[in-house]
């Protein structure tokens, strides 16, 4: 839409909300721009400044100028098999808790990038642990969804699922709990993914790449285990 958004006069009401909010995007661009023009004098003026910086409207300038964001790149197949092998990781029962700095004081810089190598161990440990109980714990819901509505077991909750959660207090999100269950249904038998260290929703994100990728023999064995 090529308008001039400080003096144009539209009738349209879709048209005009689009244009009072270049107009507004328009005004906290400027804003930005001037605030940091007085920080910058302030510090050239007297070395510091209590001014804090305002919201700068990127994306809706840049779309604005007709910039459209990249597509993120799709990892699939090959790469995303070796991706997916370099967050394996073995778990190691001695990293339990990550001690804090008022706990064990650093002595120099060594200690300190020691200290971090060990953080980050144990924050890995942890991302698989969580990742692997997920894929675990998504199988006992799916084992309890199936019981639920079986119609040779009876139990009065047939396609109330939700319902049999909060009545058992089990306080589980049911958009989480089918998040893991439909995971468990797709991947629990492939065992080798229990050692990833990577985030569930990044694995989530990934999830119809990985179902492509299982496709390959090879691929699927390996990471059965």
């Known amino acids: 839409m090529n308008l001039n ?12 909300t689009q244009v009072n ?21 302030d510090f050239r003026a007297v070395g510091h400044t209590s001014r804090t910086l305002p ?13 459209q964001p990249k597509p993120k790149a799709v990892v699939r197949g090959d790469e995303l098999h070796y991706y997916l092998c370099s967050k ?8 339990i808790a990550i ?7 650093h002595t120099g810089l060594n200690n300190l990038i020691s200290k971090l190598l060990h953080g980050y161990q144990i924050l890995r440990n942890t991302h698989s ?17 199936k019981y639920v509505n079986d119609p040779r ?5 047939r396609g109330k699922w939700e319902k049999w959660l909060k009545d058992n207090d089990i306080d589980i999100k049911v958009s989480h709990a089918r998040m893991l269950r439909t ?26 790449e990985i179902e492509d990728m299982l496709q390959n023999t090879d691929y699927a064995n390996y990471w059965k285990g």
């Open 153 to 157: 077991d009876y139990t009065g909750y």
């Open 21 to 41: 909010r270049q107009i507004e995007i328009l005004d906290e661009c400027e804003h930005f721009a001037q605030t940091v023009l007085k920080i910058t004098g």
């Open 183 to 208: 995971l468990a249904k797709k991947f629990y038998q492939y065992k080798r993914f229990r050692s990833l260290s990577i985030p569930l929703t990044e694995f989530w994100n990934k999830r119809k």
């Open 55 to 67: 919201n700068f409207p990127k994306a809706a300038l840049l779309a604005m100028m007709g910039h």
């Open 129 to 145: 642990k969580v990742f692997a109980c997920s894929l675990i714990y998504g199988q006992w819901l799916q084992e309890a969804f």
């Open 5 to 16: 958004v400080t003096n144009v006069q539209v009738s349209d009401p879709v048209q005009r």
């Open 99 to 105: 001690p804090t700095p008022e706990d064990q004081p």
């Open 88 to 95: 394996i990781i073995n778990l190691n029962p001695d990293f």
